[in-house]
């Protein structure tokens, strides 16, 4: 007997498998769930900014002077840029949260299923070799997105199908949404904080020479 048919190996290997994914999974899902931290971190960003620039706007006669035509311009154009960078932030960390919940709530849902069909699949196998009968246990995963695809949109229907097919064999697929999504909105709500920076700098700077 050929020992990669040996079940006892197989069943190793696939032990192993799941437990190195399962880590990985974790890892990912930690990652992932700091978003919360830093949307609050961007959204305070955010707040300054809105006051700042309103500040700017109904005192201009008053700030003018010191900051000169020019000065101001540049000042409320890097503000506004900063705004701008933070409402993509705020995407990037909508769309975490909701990748995150939909993969919470799927776990709950599908768990029990998973466990019955497990537990059925084990007897009706069972049943099978007494009787001498071949029978196909395996869930389709094309019978399921057929299904879920029925009530959408055919660009929706395209877009799944697509995604399947880049995606297919990946067991972290899902995960990787979040934890790209969580990247993209550090990314931004670092370049908003830094958008911040450079206008008090550039508000100091025309103080000063002027």
């Known amino acids: 007997m050929d020992k990669s048919d040996d079940p006892l190996l197989e069943w190793n290997r696939l032990n192993n498998e799941n437990a190195e994914q399962g880590f990985v ?19 305070w960003l955010f707040a300054g900014t809105g006051a700042t620039g309103a500040l700017l706007i109904s005192q201009i006669q008053s700030v003018l002077p010191y900051l000169s035509k020019i000065g101001f311009l540049i000042c409320l154009a890097i ?36 466990d019955k069909h497990a537990n059925d699949k084990d007897q009706i196998q069972e049943i099978a070799e007494q009787n001498g009968i071949e029978v196909d246990t395996e869930i389709k995963l094309s019978n399921i997105i057929e299904e879920f695809s029925k009530p959408l949109p055919f660009w929706v229907k395209w877009l799944i199908k697509r995604q399947i097919e880049q995606k297919s064999g990946d067991r972290q697929a899902g995960l990787h949404i979040a934890v790209k999504a969580h990247t993209a909105q550090l990314g931004w709500t670092f370049i908003q904080a830094t958008l911040f920076l450079l206008f008090m700098l550039a508000a100091t700077y025309f103080a000063y020479r002027t």
């Open 25 to 43: 999974s974790g890892m990912f899902q930690s990652m992932s769930e700091t978003s919360p931290i830093v949307d609050k971190f961007s959204m």
């Open 79 to 114: 503000l506004v840029i900063s705004a701008v960078t933070g409402f993509i932030a705020k995407f990037y960390a909508l769309r975490c949260e909701i990748q995150n919940s939909v993969q919470r709530r799927l776990s709950e849902l599908l768990q029990p299923i998973l």
